[in-house]
């Protein structure tokens, strides 16, 4: 079984400042690991995704996540907020199961950003 | 490529009618998986399809069901719609290259009165 846990519903940083948005993740056999982000009455867009290769994971809009496997983390992170940024943030988990990969998804993260 | 196209984007049925949401993927993508979201229990797995079959399958009760016609689009249908069933369904495809990485449409936003 897997299941992801994001630390803090709300998260609220001033413009300019560090974004850090919490994920822990847990799985019985070697995850691929994603962030996804969800606008107002929108899908979800993906991030970014780590998938065995290098551990810090660039993505879009300058965010970026690191792959922790001792701490079973993998923590969002952008160096400055932009207020374009406010939406709701998922992390989620996915392994191989039969022929598909099924991810599990944490309950989400407002990020919420201040002029 | 066009990206995920749900229709209808904004529903609103009667308490025991039934209902049905569509989904075309993204061309080129065989496999369609279909979430319900809801404030209360945020993003749950309903099912997936692939090549007309359904390969997985979530922890729904069986009013909700699934089909996948052989151009991939798919189909959900929810019957006897409950108060409960208000929420955020949105569909997803892969492709077989990159069959980990989804690829959400808008959603179709059901409300059930």
């Known amino acids: 079984a897997q299941s992801v846990t994001q630390l803090g519903s709300h998260v609220s940083v001033s413009e300019g400042a560090l974004v850090l948005l919490r994920c822990n993740y847990s799985s019985s056999v070697p995850p691929y690991l994603f962030w996804y982000v969800q606008y107002p009455n929108q899908g979800l867009q993906l991030l970014l995704k780590y998938t065995s290769a290098a551990t810090l994971v660039k993505g879009i809009n300058g965010f970026e996540a690191e792959f922790k496997k001792s701490e079973t983390s993998f923590h969002l992170t952008k160096p400055s907020a932009h207020m374009s940024d406010a939406a709701e943030y998922f992390c989620?988990?996915?392994?191989?199961?039969?022929?598909?990969?099924?991810?599990?998804f944490g309950r989400g993260t407002s990020l919420i950003v201040h002029p | 490529k066009a990206g995920v196209t749900q229709t209808p984007r904004y529903l609103i049925k009667t308490r025991g009618q039934q209902v049905t949401l569509s989904c075309s993927p993204i061309s080129g993508h065989r496999s369609v998986s279909w979430y319900q979201q809801t404030p209360g229990q945020g993003l749950q797995f309903l099912f997936e399809y692939f090549s007309e079959t359904q390969r997985n399958k979530g922890n729904f009760p069986g009013r909700f069901s699934g089909r996948q016609f052989s151009n991939s689009r798919s189909e959900m249908n929810v019957s006897t719609l409950e108060l409960g069933d208000s929420a955020l369904y949105l569909c997803?495809?892969?492709?077989?290259?990159?069959?980990?990485?989804?690829?959400f449409g808008p959603g179709t936003r059901l409300t059930v009165t």
């Open positions: 989620a988990v996915s392994s191989r199961s039969g022929g598909s990969y099924i991810p599990t």
């Open positions: 997803a495809s892969t492709g077989t290259g990159t069959s980990y990485e989804q690829y």
